[in-house]
């Protein structure tokens, strides 16, 4: 047996291999036994053979599966998040659509209270934080410097104004907060 061999009995715990065409007692085999041991080892080279067809064709299955299974969660990943944003989009369709016809400022503040809420609360149940520094140190991590403005009602460095407000999605920066920084008036 060479060394490829020996390897794979010692993997499979099986010795199907013999190594010479004598019996134990020395005597040399027959045609006929020759040609036994020669069919038994096509059937099972068959057998072998047959078990790798049948592997391969499972690990193919299993590859296009984990593709087919990859591609939906691609595309249908935000399908729960784009679900709580329809009813926000519902409500400022009737927002507008009241704003129209009904020109209450009072109703309608309270209806884009309502949708503003409604917004905060999906954004929030994903992960979607806000970015307020209004006051706060300038954080550079965070925060992205439009200005500085020279004052001396707040310590140097701190956010006096923000523009426009800065988004985190679990815990990871989206868009920085634009901000106006506080310096020292000379």
Do not use: C
């Not at 499972?58 to 593709?67: A, G, I, P, T, V």
């Not at 004052?151 to 140097?156: K, Q, R, S």
């Not at 460095?157 to 426009?164: E, L, P």
């Amino acid at each position: 047996m060479d060394k490829e061999q020996e390897q794979m009995v010692e993997e499979t715990g099986e010795n199907d291999v013999q190594d010479t065409p004598e019996q134990d007692n020395g005597q040399e085999l027959s045609p006929e036994e020759l040609g036994r041991l020669l069919e038994d080892a096509r059937n099972k080279a068959d057998e072998h053979w047959d078990q790798v067809v049948r592997t391969r064709a499972e690990l193919d299955n299993l590859k296009k599966r984990h593709q087919r299974e990859l591609e939906n969660a691609h595309k249908y990943g935000l399908e729960k998040f784009v679900g709580e944003l329809l009813g926000v989009w519902d409500s400022l369709e009737m927002g507008y659509e009241a704003a129209k016809e009904n020109h209450d400022v009072e109703k309608l503040l309270e209806g884009t209270e309502l949708t503003l809420k409604m917004l905060t609360d999906a954004m929030n149940k994903f992960g979607v934080e806000q970015i307020d520094p209004q006051g706060q140190p300038f954080d550079p991590e965070l925060h992205q410097a439009m200005s500085m403005v020279p004052t001396d009602d707040v310590p140097p460095n701190t956010v006096v104004q923000v523009v426009q407000k800065g988004y985190t999605l679990n815990g990871r920066l989206v868009r920085p907060a634009m901000v106006m920084v506080s310096q020292t008036s000379s």
